[in-house]
T-cell receptor, first 112, second 115 residues
Framework: DAMVIQNPRYQVTQFGKPVTLSCSQTLNHNVMYWYQQKSSQAPKLLFHYYDKDFNNEADTPDNFQSRRPNTSFCFLDIRSPGLGDAAMYLC???????????FGPGTRLTVT | AQTVTQSQPEMSVQEAETVTLSCTYDTSENNYYLFWYKQPPSRQMILVIRQEAYKQQNATENRFSVNFQKAAKSFSLKISDSQLGDTAMYFCASGHGGSQGNLIFGKGTKLSVKP
């Protein structure tokens, strides 16, 4: 089945230690998104790629970076995680912007 | 700017009964989409139902249906014959194409289905 895969499902990192989360998709969608979701809240969009075109949300901290080396893969890099960055990170894809998005299972990040 | 409002932070319903979740939105776009997403506890967010704004007919998916009132900018979700597995956070979202066309999510409604 076509899907969105996130690895790892759980990640523990130390305060200030860089961490990378990965996302892959078999849907061949043009658009890939990264969201941060804290407990019982709506997902907060961090950035998205439309093909190779990177789009950063205005309020996304500089601490968060992203890479999309090819259509299938997208990475979220947190350069110096703080305690406030502990959250669920969701990756999603869509064929076009504004249309339905398909979500991965998420990576739960713990910062110690 | 687009906004999506879900005015019911929490709701509960008895198993087998019907429940309606409210959502209102605001947009200046003529062509847009509306969605309901379901996120069960500690599980993946999945699409429940999708409505294209230009379609007058309300979307349905099995036990899930919407009441789309375009003039009132209202997009409520009705769940019929509620099941225990319907317990989840439900997010209403709107989106449109174009360079800024990302989904705008409401704050969510936590639905509990009670046996």
């Amino acid at each position: 089945d076509a899907m969105v895969i996130q690895n790892p499902r759980y990640q523990v990192t130390q305060f200030g230690k860089p961490v990378t989360l990965s996302c892959s998709q078999t849907l061949n969608h043009n658009v890939m998104y990264w969201y941060q979701q804290k407990s019982s809240q709506a997902p907060k969009l961090l950035f998205h790629y439309y093909d190779k075109d990177f789009n950063n949300e205005a309020d996304t901290p500089d601490n968060f970076q992203s890479r999309r080396p090819n259509t299938s893969f997208c990475f979220l890099d947190i350069r110096s995680p703080g305690l406030g960055d502990a959250a669920m990170y969701l990756c999603a894809t869509s064929s076009t912007r504004g249309n339905e998005q398909y979500f991965g299972p998420g990576t739960r990040l713990t910062v110690t | 700017a687009q906004t999506v409002t879900q005015s019911q932070p929490e709701m509960s319903v008895q198993e087998a009964e019907t429940v309606t979740l409210s959502c209102t939105y605001d947009t200046s776009e003529n062509n847009y989409y509306l969605f309901w997403y379901k996120q069960p506890p500690s599980r993946q967010m999945i699409l429940v139902i999708r409505q294209e704004a230009y379609k007058q007919q309300n979307a349905t998916e099995n036990r899930f249906s919407v009441n789309f009132q375009k003039a009132a900018k209202s997009f409520s979700l009705k769940i019929s014959d509620s099941q225990l597995g319907d317990t989840a956070m439900y997010f209403c979202a709107s989106g449109h194409g174009g360079s800024q066309g990302n989904l705008i999510f409401g704050k969510g409604t936590k639905l509990s289905v009670k046996p």
